[in-house]
């Protein structure tokens, strides 16, 4: 079962990522932050639920939500400071756009940048402990897949709407056949840039 808060007198903000290991398309962070009593008998670590789970829970989410905010970093700019630097990136643009000022950051994984002074825990596997962060999972999870269905259209050789930029074995042959296109990660080295024709 989730636990409600970390500390139970903070307004606390729940935060996580998704598509951070992709080899297309953006990182996308989610900060939450849920009323104590918010419970749900779905609501879990969004890898752990169906894509139908997650649609079902995102609204949910949003409309009962105190505050929460989506926010995305491309693959250009991954390129360009590199995936973990562009991952605090999205965690610090969505926190920056929250409407209330959270007292406590939670955030899922080891590793943090602190911003703007305010305090933070980072909890391994967070999003199956905390409802704040298991929220912010489903969020950043369900909006960086419609995203990855809708850039789908004008590449669908590379199967996005099914794979959502991750290195499946169908991507990787996509990538063999075609070459990399403009939504790819060149700085994760998939192909040698010069055997892929970059379109």
């Known amino acids: 079962m989730l636990a409600p808060y970390l500390h139970e007198h903070l307004i606390e903000a729940g935060i996580d990522e998704a598509g951070r290991g992709c080899y297309a398309g953006p990182v996308f962070a989610a900060a939450v932050i849920l009323p104590k009593s918010f419970n749900h008998p779905l609501l879990n670590d969004s890898k752990l639920l169906t894509e139908s789970e997650r649609d079902l829970l995102r609204p949910i989410i949003e409309e009962q939500s105190i505050t929460y905010f989506v926010a995305s970093v ?14 605090y990136k999205a965690m610090h643009i969505a926190v920056k756009n929250l409407k209330v000022i959270p007292e406590m950051l939670l955030i899922d994984g ?25 929220a912010a999972s489903i969020l950043a999870k369900t ?30 042959q996509a990538i063999e056949q075609h070459g990399l296109c403009r939504h790819h990660r060149k700085s994760f080295n998939i192909l040698k840039l010069k055997e892929a024709e970059v379109f």
Request: with cysteine.
């Open 74 to 87: 491309t693959n250009k700019e991954i390129d360009k400071i590199n995936i973990l630097q562009a991952t």
């Open 110 to 134: 080891d590793r943090f940048k602190s911003h703007r002074h305010i305090k933070h825990e980072c909890i391994v596997k967070g999003d199956g402990k905390y409802t704040a962060i298991a």
């Open 143 to 172: 909006y960086r897949d419609a995203y990855m269905k809708q850039i789908h259209e004008e590449h669908p050789h590379y199967d996005w709407k099914n794979n959502k930029g991750y290195g499946t074995l169908s991507h990787r």
